[in-house]
């Protein structure tokens, strides 16, 4: 039984609520908004917005990296990065009661993620990643068996490269939530690729 607080198997990244105005009335339950790039009033709005639209539907929103805006915003849950830990005041982020999953890569970042008790612990790129460079290399299947052991309970989320075909053998391998990108925002029709995933993971 994983302690995913009743989170979906299926866990797509926008990085705009306009992605929402388009996917959320097809069935997305969760849904992380990575904003990148933007002046911070900006970033702000797009925030506000996306957690109203989810709220409107009830889907889990995480926000990726602003964890101040998110407590300003009275979002539930944050999702950071290794480098994001250096700066983040965990402490303050507990208080808020926020909701935490943490990115890992290796051992070492795996340990410090599980010393900040996360909700979940993501890991990536499973496979090979077109999002963003990487140091890392593909993980593979044997290292989602290998964290879900480590873990156990806690809720293991694979990320990178992740496509329909690959999602059945992330899950058999331990994962209990797929995180998608470009594989929905870089097709030709994302809408019908979403519902492809929808019906995948359910």
């Given at each position: 039984m994983s302690l995913n607080h009743g989170l979906d198997r299926f866990y797509p990244i926008?990085?705009?609520?306009?992605?929402?105005?388009?996917?959320?009335?097809?069935?997305?339950k969760l849904v992380q908004m990575r904003i990148k790039d933007l002046p911070a009033t900006d970033v702000?709005?797009?925030?506000?917005?996306?957690?109203?639209l989810c709220d409107a539907v009830g889907a889990t929103m995480v926000v990726n990296d602003y964890w101040e805006l998110a407590i300003d915003l009275g979002c539930s849950w944050?999702?950071?990065?290794?480098?994001?830990?250096?700066d983040a005041d965990m402490s303050a982020i507990r208080r808020a009661g926020l909701n935490i999953?943490?990115?890992?890569?290796?051992?070492?970042e795996l340990e410090r993620a599980l010393a900040e008790q996360p909700d979940y612990v993501a890991l990536g790129p499973v496979y090979p990643t077109i999002l963003k460079k990487m140091k890392w290399t593909e993980q593979g299947l044997d290292?989602?068996?290998?964290?879900?052991?480590?873990?156990?309970?806690?809720?293991?989320?694979?990320?990178?490269?992740?496509?329909i075909d690959r999602a059945p053998g992330v899950f058999a391998a331990g994962a209990d939530i797929v995180s998608v990108v470009t594989d929905i925002t870089l097709n030709e029709a994302p809408e019908a690729r979403l519902k492809d995933w929808i019906e995948?993971?359910?």
């Open positions: 926008f990085d705009h609520p306009d992605w929402l105005e388009r996917m959320l009335p097809l069935g997305v702000r709005a797009g925030l506000h917005r996306a957690q109203q944050i999702h950071l990065g290794q480098e994001d830990l250096d999953g943490i990115s890992t890569h290796d051992e070492e290292r989602v068996r290998k964290w879900k052991d480590r873990i156990g309970d806690l809720s293991l989320v694979g990320i990178g490269g992740m496509n995948a993971t359910r």
